[in-house]
């Protein structure tokens, strides 16, 4: 497997980026995101697709649910190495908009937790989303270098975060491999 994507970035299809003395990440050139893109077009799959795709959020928007949690691997904020990822944000809105309670996401090697805020990064107690980054398992951590706003706790380690769903709200311990974690509860919507 490793020959084939060793193969693909020396044919300037993927890109190798170094993130750590044992760790590589690829990821794929825009031009080939594109170029996908317009195969999903091509094939006549791209309305079905976004019927799909629209269908999901629209059943989101009109959920009875008491509480919702979505999880995605980027987060949209991040006071670590990689910091917000904008391309985010649209679906933060679209959660914001149908009453989510909680995001959990990864990327960033580090635990941090932040404030109910909305899209823009507003602290926004009534509606707000809570988001979790929780890219915490295996890789070494990464430091913090840009403290976002509504940051609430931080840490740069290795651990693991425990969710509990129950009737009306939320509790979250995150469990670092040494040292104190982070403990609280929450209300939904």
């Not at 050139?29 to 791209?46: H, W």
Request: with cysteine; charged share 25%.
């Amino acid at each position: 497997m490793l020959d084939v994507v060793e193969h693909l970035v020396a044919k300037s299809l993927l890109i190798a980026e170094q993130q750590h003395e044992t760790e590589t990440r690829y990821r794929l050139l825009e031009t080939i995101r594109q170029y996908a893109s317009e195969k999903l077009l091509e094939s006549g799959q791209a309305d079905a697709a976004r019927r799909r795709h629209f269908a999901y959020f629209q059943d989101l928007a009109t959920s009875a649910a008491k509480c919702t949690i979505a999880y995605w691997h980027f987060p949209l904020f991040s006071s670590s190495k990689h910091g917000n990822t904008e391309m985010m944000r649209d679906f933060w809105r679209i959660l914001y908009d149908a009453g989510a309670d909680v995001v959990l996401s990864a990327h960033d090697h580090v635990y941090e937790r932040f404030a109910p805020q909305d899209a823009d990064g507003s602290f926004d107690p009534a509606r707000g989303i809570r988001e979790f980054v929780a890219g915490t398992g295996g890789a070494p951590p990464y430091p913090f270098v840009d403290i976002k706003a509504n940051s609430e706790a931080r840490m740069s380690t290795v651990g693991v975060l425990k969710l509990a769903l129950k009737a009306g709200g939320y509790d979250w311990s995150f469990i670092p491999v040494s040292g104190v974690g982070d403990s609280g509860s929450a209300s939904c919507h």
